[in-house]
């Protein structure tokens, strides 16, 4: 799963990022600092099992912080998008195609309007104008990408199209969807013009999840621009965040200096260095007002809300919680709402979701039907002939 960041230059992405990831990508007051993408990994947070059935896990593809399971998710930090990208301004469409297999994208705005559309400084900026003009070039940029491959595909209609735009993770059901929700037909010959920006848009929906973290939430009129942003963006889900705020405080937490949990600080020494007390205050307070930096709120809205994902931890012995190894809960697997025992098995491997005979719900010990809807905290055994 693959999230990516993006948004006009200057608002912000690179210090979110380095704040969901606790990477060190380079951050500066003045457009276009990232050029090559950013990668790095940012983690889901759900509860774990391991308190509820009274067992002490070993995670293996995740981590366990307090009963919560902290599930990794990759993600992309790439220059920033400036008006006519989809034409080659700025860094126009390396930008785009570095963002092709992106599962959802986070449009990262300056929540304060102290940046305008280009990144340069400003007073009074309008925030909803970035998101509405990031959302045009997107379309733009996948109107192209259609209309190329709509040449491609020939006579081959839309099974063809489908799997070339695969690399940008359409699939054939949501481009048929895209093209009856565009009011079109499915004889791709016909489309010119002004259709694949209409089928464009429809897919950007379908294939690229949207979601807008209002950055620098902690500085002044911040507040009035969220609100606005909303009234102006509907439909659009929208987390007010501060990365300067999350990355002063996960440093601060790595050095030592206070325990932190998302959402409170503890101080862990009698006295500090009064520009550290200072700093501290102006955070407590923070926090104190606004309940977290919105951070790991942004994370879990993508991936339970938007994307609309549950866990699911497979394990062998559905007595002790184990693998094989004896290793307890050791595995936290993301699923579609709705999946099954069978989508689960395909998810571990792929034989043994050829060979699924049954599956066992290890917390009530019963059987568990095909096509039973898994609910998120899961614990299941599947049993495969291979």
């Known amino acids: ?54 067992v002490t896990c070993s995670p293996r593809n995740s981590r366990c912080e307090g009963g919560v399971r902290r599930i990794p998710i990759n993600i992309i930090d790439v220059a920033g998008l400036v008006p006519g990208a989809s034409d080659g301004k700025g860094m126009g ?38 998101v509405a003009m990031v959302r045009g070039e997107l379309a733009a940029w ?18 063809e199209l489908a799997r070339l735009l695969s690399g940008a993770n359409v699939t054939e059901a949501q481009l048929k969807k895209a093209v009856a929700a565009a009011g079109l037909q499915e004889n791709i010959a016909a489309w010119h013009g002004k259709d694949f920006l209409a089928i464009a848009k429809e897919l950007l929906v379908a294939s690229k999840p949207f979601i807008v973290a209002a950055n620098k939430c902690d500085l002044p009129g911040a507040a009035e621009n969220v609100e606005e942003m909303r009234g102006e963006l509907e439909g659009v889900p929208i ?24 959402k409170a600080i503890q101080r862990l020494a009698a006295a500090y260095l009064p520009q550290i007390d200072a700093a501290l205050g102006k955070l407590e307070e923070f926090l104190q007002q606004h309940g977290s930096t919105g951070c790991r709120e942004l994370v879990d809205k993508i991936v339970f809300e938007v994307l609309g994902l549950v866990v ?19 595995d936290a697997i993301l699923l579609p709402r709705g999946s099954t025992p069978v ?44």
Not at 106 to 129: F, I
Not at 145 to 157: D, F, I, N
Request: glycine residues 8%.
């Open 93 to 130: 469409n390396q930008f785009l195609n570095d963002i092709a297999a992106a599962d959802a994208l986070v449009c990262v705005a300056d929540a304060s309007g102290r940046t305008d559309v280009e990144g340069k400084p400003c007073q009074g900026g309008e925030p909803w104008r970035d």
């Open 312 to 330: 699911a931890y497979p394990v062998e012995d559905e007595h002790k919680y184990c693998d094989h190894n004896g290793s307890v809960l050791p």
């Open 239 to 262: 987390i007010a965040t501060s990365a300067d705020c999350e990355l002063a405080l996960t440093r601060a937490s790595a050095k030592g200096i206070v325990a932190y949990d998302g």
């Open 343 to 386: 989508d689960l098995a395909f998810k571990i491997h792929t034989d043994l979701g050829k060979g699924f005979l049954y599956a066992v719900d290890a917390k009530t010990k019963m059987r568990l039907a095909r096509d039973a809807k898994l609910e998120s905290g899961s614990v299941v055994k599947i049993v495969s002939a291979r």
């Open 142 to 159: 996948f109107a192209r990408l259609l209309e190329r491959h709509c040449q491609r595909a020939g006579g081959k209609g839309i099974p």
């Open 1 to 54: 799963m693959l999230f990516a960041l993006v948004g006009a230059p200057n608002k912000g992405k690179s210090s979110l990022f380095n704040a969901l990831t606790s990477c060190n990508a380079a951050v500066a007051d003045y457009p276009f600092t990232t050029i090559d993408p950013n990668k790095g990994v940012a983690y889901a947070s759900a509860p774990c099992p391991c308190r509820q059935l009274g």
